[in-house]
């Protein structure tokens, strides 16, 4: 019994040391997709102005040097932002993934505390049966010394 009650004890602080590391890539993760958001925000941004800005000198005239560099540099640019999304469509399966195992995490800890509990209690009825029983003997002896 004394180690039935270590080794749930014992399964329990595995599976909260596994829920405190599933935290700390949830919030890395979460950090990730924030810092890419801005990223792709700042790269559409620019890729709309830069537009506007090829846009104002074709009307303005420019040589066909000049608009096949811009076009050069809107393609790659436009390349550029679908990777980003790309990244973020995958960090966010990423983090639902990240999101089951740790509610996965979270339904074993709790049936672990359960087991745990459940453990304890049967551990102090048995003491306290024990301790009934030795009371109960103690008694007898007392009564059968007097008479």
Known sequence: MKYKKHFLSILEKIEIQKIEKEIINLKNMFLKQKHN??????????????????????LSGMCIYQWKNYNNFISMLRVIIKD????????QEVI????????????????????????????LNIKRIEEQILNDNYIQLKFFKKG
């Open 96 to 123: 639902k993934e990240r999101l089951n195992i740790w509610s996965k995490s979270q339904k074993k800890l709790q049936f672990w505390k359960n087991l745990n509990f459940i453990n304890k209690t049967q551990i």
């Open 37 to 58: 958001n801005q990223q792709l925000e700042l790269l559409v941004e620019y890729e709309k102005e830069y537009i506007k800005k090829t846009y104002n000198q074709l």
């Open 84 to 91: 980003n999304r790309d990244m973020l469509k995958k960090n």
